[in-house]
């Protein structure tokens, strides 16, 4: 659960720089809003992809492991685990946020049935205009384009996605993008409709900033944004070939996916009773590590001497420094085997420890070696 809440929050963060970096000053609001929501969803959908190393055929070896945890007496502290507060900390931040989503819920209700003077907003299908506003046509259909598209179910969708990560500062600027792409969309389709650009410039510039609730589709949100609306309503779409920036999404999209496996093969979490372990990492992961044994099954003249006599399998302990020690042979044919097989196991790199709840532990492996047995 860790590995995968962490790998979902790195995710996020690096879908947003693409945004921001790529697509962020491009007219093409709709495929904006598209890739905002896209790259949020695939952040947390990525790291549940189930990930199973799939070896080579051609390779001599048989690799099975089987983790145990040894804890390490001296590593053991008492109490509360720093990982217990970290989680403790979170879940009061998820009801501090989700409880001022709701009473930001109950206010917008209060607004809408209650509505004040110089008010422009809309909330999913409900709207709420001060009559007396001036460019009332304007500003009824800017909040109309926000209705039928559905602008409000984005912002819920944000917010709900805050209250989740509400550490990660990412998730923050997704929902201030999100707003702006939305007005950038109302903005371009009310200017059309009205054939007049400019006029509705000096409208947005001439409006004085609405007393709206916030989780809405406000006409004018605050003048910051100001400079932002006008910008891109002075703007026409570029060439089809910025189009092709977009289509940057599916690389981006594999290197995440590829990021998401390596960090879970790398770093992956396993639960035992309320407590969490991250697995040791030899250098290069689960893929180095075989690589390792490969080359150094080829290598062996003895391995190559008994290729025929079968597989042996050897147990060894990841202590809380990342030294192999403790190699022990459970099942072998011969002595020769045996002993070739402890050899190469003890000569292996120094890994990366393991960690059971934030502590360095001892983590046990069982590694079966030999040549496979080819049917002619």
Same mark, same amino acid.
Not at 41 to 70: G, H, K, N, W
Not at 111 to 126: E, G, L, M, Q, V
Not at 161 to 181: D, E, G, H, T
Not at 329 to 338: A, D, H, M, Q, R
């Given at each position: 659960?860790?590995?995968?809440?962490?790998?979902?929050?790195?995710?996020?963060?690096?879908?947003?720089?693409?945004?921001?970096?790529?697509?962020?000053?491009?007219?093409?609001?709709?495929?904006?809003?598209?890739?905002?929501?896209?790259?949020?969803?695939?952040?947390?959908?990525?790291?549940?992809?189930?990930?199973?190393?799939?070896?080579?055929?051609?390779?001599?070896?048989?690799?099975?492991?089987?983790?145990?945890?040894?804890?390490?007496?001296?590593?053991?502290?008492?109490?509360?685990?720093? %990982?217990?507060?970290?989680?403790?900390?979170?879940?009061?931040?998820? /009801? @501090?946020?989700?409880?001022? +989503? =709701?009473?930001? &819920?109950?206010?917008?209700?209060?607004?809408?049935?209650?509505?004040?003077?110089?008010?422009?907003?809309?909330?999913?299908?409900?709207?709420?205009?001060?009559?007396?506003?001036?460019n009332?046509?304007?500003?009824?259909?800017?909040?109309?384009?926000?209705?039928k598209?559905?602008?409000?179910?984005?912002?819920?969708?944000?917010?709900?996605?805050?209250?989740v990560?509400?550490?990660?500062?990412?998730?923050?600027?997704?929902?201030?993008?999100?707003?702006?792409?939305?007005e950038?969309?109302?903005?371009?389709?009310?200017?059309?409709?009205?054939?007049?650009?400019h006029?509705?410039?000096?409208?947005?510039?001439?409006?004085?900033?609405?007393?709206?609730?916030?989780?809405?589709?406000?006409?004018?949100?605050?003048?910051?944004?100001?400079?932002?609306?006008? %910008?891109?309503?002075?703007?026409?779409?570029?060439?089809?070939?910025? /189009? @092709?920036k977009?289509?940057? +999404? =599916?690389?981006? &999209?594999?290197?995440?996916?590829?990021?998401?496996?390596?960090?879970?093969?790398?770093?992956?979490?396993?639960?035992?009773?309320?407590?969490?372990?991250?697995?040791?990492?030899?250098?290069?992961?689960?893929?180095?590590?075989?690589?390792?044994?490969?080359?150094?099954?080829?290598?062996?003249?003895?391995?190559?001497?008994?290729?025929?006599?079968?597989?042996?399998?050897?147990?060894?302990?990841?202590?809380?420094?990342?030294?192999?020690?403790?190699?022990?042979?459970?099942?072998?044919?011969?002595?020769?085997?045996?002993?070739?097989?402890?050899r190469?196991?003890?000569?292996?790199?120094?890994?990366?420890?393991?960690?059971q709840?934030?502590?360095?532990?001892?983590?046990?492996?069982?590694?079966?070696?030999?040549?496979?047995?080819r049917?002619?």
């Amino acid at each position: 659960m860790t590995t995968y809440f962490i790998t979902a929050n790195l995710l996020l963060i690096a879908g947003y720089g693409f945004y921001k970096g790529f697509l962020a000053n491009e007219v093409y609001f709709t495929l904006n809003r598209i890739s905002l929501i896209l790259l949020a969803v695939l952040s947390f959908c990525i790291p549940a992809i189930p990930i199973s190393p799939q070896f080579s055929s051609d390779i001599p070896l048989d690799l099975v492991i089987r983790t145990e945890t040894i804890p390490n007496i001296s590593n053991q502290i008492r109490g509360m685990q720093f %990982s217990d507060w970290l989680w403790r900390i979170y879940f009061l931040g998820v /009801l @501090l946020k989700f409880s001022g +989503l =709701i009473l930001r &819920l109950y206010a917008i209700r209060n607004r809408i049935k209650r509505p004040t003077s110089n008010a422009a907003f809309s909330f999913f299908k409900y709207k709420v205009i001060d009559p007396k506003a001036g460019n009332y046509e304007v500003i009824n259909y800017h909040e109309d384009v926000h209705i039928k598209q559905w602008h409000s179910l984005d912002i819920l969708f944000f917010e709900v996605l805050a209250v989740v990560v509400w550490f990660n500062p990412a998730v923050y600027l997704y929902q201030m993008s999100i707003k702006r792409v939305h007005e950038f969309l109302a903005d371009q389709l009310t200017a059309t409709h009205f054939g007049d650009r400019h006029q509705y410039a000096l409208i947005l510039l001439g409006r004085a900033t609405p007393d709206a609730p916030g989780m809405t589709n406000q006409f004018l949100a605050d003048r910051h944004m100001l400079k932002w609306r006008i %910008s891109m309503l002075s703007r026409h779409a570029c060439s089809r070939a910025r /189009l @092709l920036k977009y289509v940057l +999404l =599916i690389p981006l &999209l594999f290197c995440l996916s590829s990021f998401s496996g390596f960090y879970k093969s790398a770093a992956k979490a396993i639960t035992v009773g309320e407590s969490t372990i991250i697995s040791p990492v030899f250098p290069g992961g689960l893929e180095g590590f075989q690589s390792y044994l490969f080359e150094a099954v080829l290598e062996s003249e003895i391995f190559k001497a008994h290729h025929d006599k079968g597989k042996v399998l050897v147990h060894f302990i990841v202590d809380s420094e990342g030294k192999v020690v403790e190699a022990k042979v459970k099942e072998s044919p011969n002595t020769n085997l045996s002993r070739e097989a402890v050899r190469i196991i003890s000569n292996s790199p120094k890994w990366s420890p393991g960690y059971q709840n934030s502590q360095p532990v001892r983590v046990g492996y069982e590694i079966k070696l030999g040549y496979e047995r080819r049917v002619n």
